[in-house]
């Protein structure tokens, strides 16, 4: 059984760093077709990608987050870490993290995790 | 920048067939993928790869595919269904991307 399980802060001040961890049972961050992807969802707007990385450590970043996000992966704990520096009230939104295939098929989802960015 | 462009919000009675739509410029050569999300909860995957359904999703949502434009069909809606409904796919770099997002109203 596949699962993912988002952890981090609720709460964040305005120009902090968020750090957010997914964990992930059922499936292997060494396997090549897998990946995992960190999207996110302010309150009552669409979804938005925001980054994945795979087995080999190929990284993608979204366009217009490029800068603030790093994501990272930790294969022996099952676990991938993705930083946002410089967070903002903008920033408050429902993270996700979900796993993606090499074929870009998103097929799994946490159960996400809201974070307030709020002083 | 690259878009998948949705419908805000489509309605339709118990019973009758919701066609939601998403077009974009890549289609033709990256599948479409549709999410369904109901309040509070999770995406979840109920088509894949332009007209493939998952296992568990009911055979009244159907996909399909005309040159830039993807529709998510669901023949004859049921109260349940609705959600908010995204497509995805990706850019021609490879980079995924959501759809605005498309409110179905079943009433």
């Known amino acids: 059984q596949v699962t993912l399980k988002e952890s981090g802060p609720v709460l964040v001040k305005p120009t902090e760093t968020l750090t957010l961890t997914c964990t992930v049972s059922?499936?292997?961050?060494?396997?090549?077709?897998?990946?995992v992807s960190w999207i996110r969802q302010p309150p009552g707007k669409a979804l938005e990608w925001l980054a994945h990385?795979?087995?080999?450590?190929?990284?993608s970043y979204s366009t217009s987050l490029k800068s603030r996000l790093t994501i990272s992966k930790d294969t022996s704990k099952s676990q991938v870490v993705l930083t946002m520096t410089n967070m903002d009230p903008v920033d408050t939104a429902t993270y996700y993290c979900?796993?993606?295939?090499?074929?870009?098929?998103?097929?799994?989802w946490g159960q996400g995790t809201l974070v307030t960015v709020s002083s | 920048s690259y878009e998948l462009t949705q419908p805000p919000s489509v309605s339709v009675s118990p019973g009758q067939t919701a066609r939601i739509t998403c077009s974009g410029d890549?289609?033709?050569?990256?599948?479409p993928y549709w999410y369904q999300q109901k309040s509070g909860q999770a995406p979840v995957l109920v088509i894949y790869?332009?007209?493939k359904r998952p296992s568990g999703i009911p055979e009244r949502f159907s996909g399909s595919s005309s040159g830039t434009m993807a529709t998510l069909t669901i023949s004859g809606a049921q109260v349940e269904d609705e959600a908010d409904y995204y497509c995805?796919?990706?850019?021609?770099?490879?980079?995924?991307?959501f759809g605005g997002g498309t409110k179905l109203t079943v009433l």
């Open positions: 979900a796993r993606i295939r090499v074929t870009a098929m998103i097929d799994y």
């Open positions: 059922g499936f292997s961050l060494s396997n090549a077709r897998m990946g």
């Open positions: 990385i795979f087995s080999n450590d190929e990284k």
């Open positions: 890549a289609l033709p050569k990256k599948y």
């Open positions: 790869e332009d007209s």
């Open positions: 995805y796919s990706t850019d021609s770099s490879g980079n995924p991307l």
